[in-house]
């Protein structure tokens, strides 16, 4: 290692820094002074730092001495400030002693002015509370100001201001309580009456006919407001079913003589030759009315009914009085269909009248049926809009009973003529032309009634006196009609005019009827079938052997019964194939005068049967041993499954 020190002095030169700030601040603060690089200069350099030194600190010395004396004049001023602060304090101190007697009375002052800004506040609110300002006075008395809005807030204050009384009456204050019940009372008073007076000039201008009217707001208030009055409520309903009542009575004379503005809809009365359209104008105005006054009274009262069908929002209105003496428990809805029963209570007469009218001169069974139905459909239909027990539902119901009279009449007369010249039958045994008018004339109103609105199970039991009025007298013409025939010719032409007014009800309300045909039906073919077996015996040969062989005595055997010994039987039995033959031609000539295939088919079956099951009982009888016959089967030339097997496949 290099000892040497200059080489050490200069490697530390030249390995020092020249960026370090402090060495940048010592050179720059060493260029103040250090102005000369000489030899002299470069060997005093520690002593003239150390002189520099000295004299900076000597200079700062100097700087401190003078902020010394400052403090110094800073600290006699402070001291003397003090003196005068504590001069203020004890003046101060002797000034409160003095004011503490005014200190105190001012407290206290100002705890009672606090006291009676509370008592001022609460009888404020108080005043504000119970009782009514001079503009709600004004507008709740006054005749001057209308009906508004602002009178009913009043009113509802007035009503409020009431109620709260109650709550006084139980405390100390009953006497104040009292005091101003008595004065609500009277504006109350005061307030409805003008109510009820404006409310009856509101009345008088809901003239409108078509009762389609726009009820203002202020209206549905008044009457809604007018509710909490039993009697100031009933009279304003009387006067608006007075003009209600006129003015829909007068619009209906007008429908019916007038018609419409400018003419247009024509006047009613003109159809009067059309009984159907007349009498079905007449109810179809009524129901339109029903409707729409339906709609006015609804928007009137505020109807919750029509709010909730139509989802709108309730309007705010005044709420219940407790000044109300008397509590109704009728609802909105029931209160409707009173005024709408009242209202439309004008226009039971001159309906019922015109409508009798027309009754009277009406004889065609079709028509008046027409008629029962059409006054049925509208008396349904309107009933359930203002009930049953509503004077318009009520007349329609008579004038029901009146039409259903008239078309029964209709009916009677028609059949009192057909019972006093019945038809007799035709060469074909088909139904007879009263047969065919009659049943033309029940599918005309079997159409009808099909088209109105009616249940099925009320259709079987609405119409089933219909059909045993115009049926029932019919076959017993018939009956009569065929009284000289034979009893097979009778019950062909009974069973054909059966099957035609059974074919002809097809609809749901005539089941019953038409099962009721069937069984009459059965009961002739029954006739036919019976008086065509005994033909065929007769025919076949072997009546006399099935009429010896089921009247012969029992212990007897049927060998030794007269003419019923084998060669006898072989006789008979030897012409059954010849009969076989022709037999089902036979019984479709005796058929062919049945309208119904079925029933001839059915006829046909039934007579195969009945000679096939004689045949076999006959053929039974022959095998007996007891009957004492030698080579039956010699005797029985066909067996009867054989003969059943010819007479199926013929």
Same mark, same amino acid.
């Given at each position: 290692?290099?000892?040497?020190?200059?080489? /050490?002095?200069?490697?530390?030169?030249?390995?020092?820094?020249?960026?370090?700030?402090?060495?940048?601040?010592?050179?720059?603060?060493?260029?103040e002074f250090y102005t000369v690089n000489a030899v002299n200069a470069r060997h005093n350099l520690r002593g003239d730092i150390e002189r520099r030194a000295t004299d900076v600190n000597y200079e700062f010395l100097r700087e401190l001495e003078k902020v010394n004396i400052q403090f110094l004049e800073l600290e006699a001023e402070m001291i003397a400030m003090n003196s005068l602060c504590q001069?203020?304090?004890?003046?101060?101190?002797?000034?409160?002693?003095?004011?503490?007697?005014?200190?105190? !009375?001012?407290?206290?002052?100002?705890?009672?002015?606090?006291?009676?800004?509370?008592?001022?506040?609460? %009888?404020?609110?108080?005043?504000?509370?119970?009782?009514?300002?001079?503009?709600?006075?004004?507008?709740?008395?006054?005749?001057?100001?209308?009906?508004?809005?602002?009178?009913?807030?009043?009113?509802?204050?007035?009503?409020?201001?009431?109620?709260?009384?109650?709550?006084?009456?139980?405390?100390?204050? !009953?006497?104040?309580?009292?005091?101003?019940?008595?004065?609500?009372?009277?504006?109350?008073?005061?307030?409805?009456?003008?109510? #009820?007076?404006?409310?009856?000039?509101?009345?008088?201008?809901?003239?409108?006919?078509?009762?389609?009217?726009?009820? =203002?707001?202020?209206? *549905?208030?008044?009457?809604?407001?007018?509710?909490?009055?039993?009697?100031?409520?009933?009279?304003?309903?009387?006067?608006?079913?007075?003009?209600?009542?006129?003015?829909?009575?007068?619009?209906?004379?007008?429908?019916?003589?007038?018609?419409?503005?400018?003419?247009?809809?024509?006047?009613?009365?003109?159809?009067?030759?059309? @009984?159907?359209? #007349?009498?079905?104008?007449?109810?179809?105005?009524?129901?339109?009315?029903?409707?729409?006054?339906?709609?006015?009274?609804?928007?009137?009262?505020?109807?919750? =009914?029509?709010?909730?069908?139509?989802?709108?929002?309730?309007?705010?209105?005044?709420?219940?009085?407790?000044?109300?003496?008397?509590?109704?428990? +009728?609802?909105?809805?029931?209160?409707?269909?009173?005024?709408?029963? *009242?209202?439309?209570?004008?226009?039971?007469?001159?309906?019922?009248?015109?409508?009798?009218?027309?009754?009277?001169?009406?004889?065609?069974?079709?028509?008046?049926?027409? &008629?029962?139905?059409?006054?049925?459909?509208?008396?349904?239909?309107?009933?359930? /809009?203002?009930?049953?027990? /509503?004077?318009?539902?009520?007349?329609?119901?008579?004038?029901?009973?009146?039409?259903?009279?008239?078309?029964?009449?209709?009916?009677?007369?028609?059949?009192?003529?057909?019972?006093?010249?019945?038809?007799?039958?035709?060469?074909?045994?088909?139904?007879?032309?009263?047969?065919?008018?009659?049943?033309?004339?029940?599918?005309?109103?079997?159409?009808?009634?099909?088209?109105?609105?009616?249940?099925?199970?009320?259709?079987?039991?609405?119409?089933?006196?219909?059909?045993?009025?115009?049926?029932?007298?019919?076959?017993?013409?018939?009956? +009569?009609?065929?009284?000289?025939?034979?009893?097979?010719?009778?019950?062909?032409?009974? %069973?054909?005019?059966?099957?035609?007014?059974?074919?002809?009800?097809?609809? @749901?309300?005539?089941?019953?009827?038409?099962?009721?045909?069937?069984?009459?039906?059965?009961? #002739?073919?029954?006739?036919?079938?019976?008086?065509?077996?005994?033909?065929?015996?007769?025919?076949?040969?072997?009546?006399?052997?099935?009429?010896?062989?089921?009247?012969?005595?029992?212990?007897?055997?049927?060998?030794?019964? @007269?003419?019923?010994?084998?060669?006898?039987?072989?006789?008979?039995?030897? =012409?059954?194939?010849?009969?076989?033959?022709?037999?089902?031609?036979?019984?479709?000539?005796?058929?062919?005068? &049945?309208?119904?295939?079925?029933? /001839?088919?059915?006829?046909?079956?039934?007579?195969?049967?009945?000679?096939?099951?004689? #045949?076999?009982?006959?053929?039974?009888?022959?095998?007996?041993?007891?009957?004492?016959?030698?080579?039956?089967?010699?005797?029985? %030339?066909?067996?009867?499954?054989?003969?059943?097997?010819?007479?199926?496949?013929?």
């Amino acid at each position: 290692m290099n000892a040497n020190p200059l080489s /050490a002095k200069l490697t530390k030169l030249l390995s020092s820094s020249l960026d370090d700030p402090k060495l940048r601040t010592s050179l720059s603060a060493l260029s103040e002074f250090y102005t000369v690089n000489a030899v002299n200069a470069r060997h005093n350099l520690r002593g003239d730092i150390e002189r520099r030194a000295t004299d900076v600190n000597y200079e700062f010395l100097r700087e401190l001495e003078k902020v010394n004396i400052q403090f110094l004049e800073l600290e006699a001023e402070m001291i003397a400030m003090n003196s005068l602060c504590q001069e203020m304090q004890d003046r101060l101190n002797l000034a409160n002693d003095k004011t503490v007697t005014l200190l105190e !009375q001012t407290d206290a002052l100002r705890e009672q002015s606090n006291i009676c800004l509370v008592r001022q506040t609460i %009888m404020e609110a108080f005043l504000e509370h119970f009782t009514l300002s001079e503009s709600e006075i004004t507008i709740l008395c006054s005749t001057a100001m209308d009906i508004n809005p602002a009178f009913f807030d009043a009113l509802e204050h007035l009503e409020t201001i009431h109620a709260d009384c109650n709550a006084l009456l139980i405390t100390e204050h !009953q006497r104040a309580g009292l005091e101003i019940m008595d004065s609500m009372r009277t504006y109350r008073s005061i307030s409805y009456d003008k109510l #009820y007076r404006w409310m009856q000039s509101e009345c008088r201008t809901m003239s409108r006919p078509d009762g389609m009217m726009e009820v =203002r707001e202020v209206t *549905k208030k008044a009457i809604q407001a007018l509710k909490q009055d039993d009697q100031y409520f009933k009279s304003i309903l009387e006067e608006l079913v007075h003009v209600r009542r006129n003015a829909i009575l007068r619009a209906f004379i007008d429908a019916l003589t007038r018609g419409g503005p400018g003419g247009t809809p024509r006047p009613i009365e003109l159809h009067a030759h059309d @009984p159907l359209r #007349y009498i079905g104008d007449m109810l179809a105005w009524l129901h339109q009315t029903v409707a729409s006054e339906r709609e006015f009274l609804e928007s009137l009262l505020n109807s919750e =009914r029509k709010n909730r069908d139509r989802g709108q929002t309730e309007v705010k209105l005044p709420k219940a009085s407790p000044l109300r003496l008397v509590e109704s428990d +009728i609802s909105d809805v029931e209160i409707v269909n009173s005024l709408l029963d *009242k209202n439309l209570e004008g226009t039971s007469r001159p309906l019922k009248s015109r409508v009798e009218q027309v009754l009277v001169s009406q004889a065609n069974a079709i028509t008046a049926f027409k &008629i029962l139905n059409l006054i049925k459909f509208y008396s349904s239909t309107i009933e359930k /809009a203002i009930g049953s027990e /509503a004077s318009l539902s009520k007349t329609l119901h008579e004038i029901s009973e009146a039409s259903m009279q008239v078309f029964f009449e209709a009916i009677g007369k028609q059949s009192a003529d057909l019972l006093r010249r019945p038809e007799t039958p035709g060469a074909d045994l088909g139904p007879t032309p009263a047969v065919k008018e009659t049943m033309s004339q029940l599918k005309e109103i079997m159409k009808s009634f099909d088209t109105s609105f009616v249940q099925a199970d009320e259709g079987n039991q609405d119409f089933a006196p219909i059909l045993s009025a115009m049926i029932d007298p019919l076959f017993q013409t018939c009956e +009569i009609g065929a009284a000289n025939q034979s009893a097979f010719n009778r019950a062909i032409f009974m %069973m054909n005019c059966l099957h035609y007014v059974q074919s002809a009800l097809v609809y @749901p309300f005539t089941k019953n009827k038409v099962e009721d045909l069937e069984k009459q039906i059965q009961e #002739y073919v029954d006739i036919v079938v019976d008086e065509q077996h005994i033909v065929l015996l007769r025919q076949s040969g072997v009546a006399p052997l099935i009429q010896a062989m089921e009247t012969k005595d029992e212990k007897t055997p049927l060998s030794s019964v @007269p003419n019923m010994d084998s060669a006898s039987i072989s006789a008979v039995l030897s =012409r059954l194939d010849h009969f076989l033959g022709s037999v089902n031609l036979d019984l479709t000539s005796w058929l062919s005068k &049945i309208v119904s295939s079925r029933l /001839a088919k059915n006829i046909s079956t039934q007579n195969v049967k009945m000679f096939v099951d004689a #045949y076999r009982r006959l053929c039974r009888a022959i095998e007996d041993p007891k009957n004492q016959y030698e080579f039956p089967a010699t005797i029985l %030339m066909r067996t009867a499954d054989e003969v059943e097997m010819l007479l199926v496949e013929d």
